[in-house]
């Protein structure tokens, strides 16, 4: 199994829906982030997590909200969806030791028509 | 701000070596990260360097670190088609107790038979 585990893995949805995407993770760790990828945009950090009382946006949070469940889980909502918003986005956590290496999900495809 | 630069695409010949390399733009930098996305994955840490370090050997992998000019390079010896995948270089900030990473756009290599 996945350490790090995003649902749903694909999405197909309409402008204004509200949309959640899940992760859950087995890896222990207290920092979780959301990234957004775009072609030849790379990874854009959307909101991090340092535990579960610690929110915080990152270069890209217009338009999104988070909510950090447990330690295990943190999950990304899209209040009202818009088409500049379909992309591949990220899940991931980081080890806490001296290296920040980060641990990532599969990815959910989200499309908005 | 920071900023990390590649090129969008790198095509090599089978048992050739690949050279990727990356700019970046925040001297404070503590550690620099190479991560691999293979289609459909998300992305996985290949290797990393510290940047008291120029040099760092993996098997096929060796980073180059050149700190004044802020420039950082994987070379992959003896390309496989299995290496055909997208490489996002990374540089890492502290911030507080954590790392907090930037990613680049990413470069995608091909390997031609």
């Known amino acids: 199994d996945a350490d790090v585990t995003q649902t749903p893995r694909n999405r197909i949805t309409k402008t204004g829906k509200r949309i959640m995407l899940e992760c859950s993770q087995t890896k222990g760790h207290d920092r979780m982030y959301w990234y957004r990828q775009d072609p030849g945009l790379g990874l854009r950090l959307i909101y991090y997590?340092?535990?579960?009382?610690?929110?915080n946006k990152g270069e890209i949070s217009d338009g999104y909200s988070v909510s950090r469940q447990a330690q295990a889980k943190f999950s990304l909502s899209l209040e009202s969806a818009i088409p500049n918003q379909t992309a591949l986005y990220f899940c991931?956590?980081?080890?806490?030791?001296?290296?920040?290496?980060?641990?990532f999900g599969e990815g959910s495809r989200l499309t908005v028509l | 701000g920071e900023d990390v630069e590649q090129s969008l695409f790198l095509s090599v010949r089978e048992g050739d070596s690949s050279v990727i390399n990356c700019t970046y733009t925040?001297?404070?930098?503590?550690?620099l990260y190479w991560y691999k996305q293979e289609p459909g994955a998300g992305l996985q840490l290949l290797t990393y360097i510290f940047s008291n370090m120029d040099m760092k050997q993996d098997q096929r992998l060796t980073v180059l670190l050149n700190k004044k000019d802020k420039h950082l390079s994987l070379r992959i010896a003896d390309t496989q088609t299995g290496d055909s995948a997208i490489y996002f270089c990374a540089e890492s900030i502290s911030s507080g107790s954590a790392r907090q990473l930037t990613f680049g756009s990413g470069t995608q290599l091909t390997v031609l038979p």
């Open positions: 991931a956590t980081q080890t806490s030791g001296r290296s920040g290496e980060l641990f």
């Open positions: 997590s340092f535990d579960v009382k610690d929110i």
């Open positions: 925040d001297s404070s930098s503590t550690y």
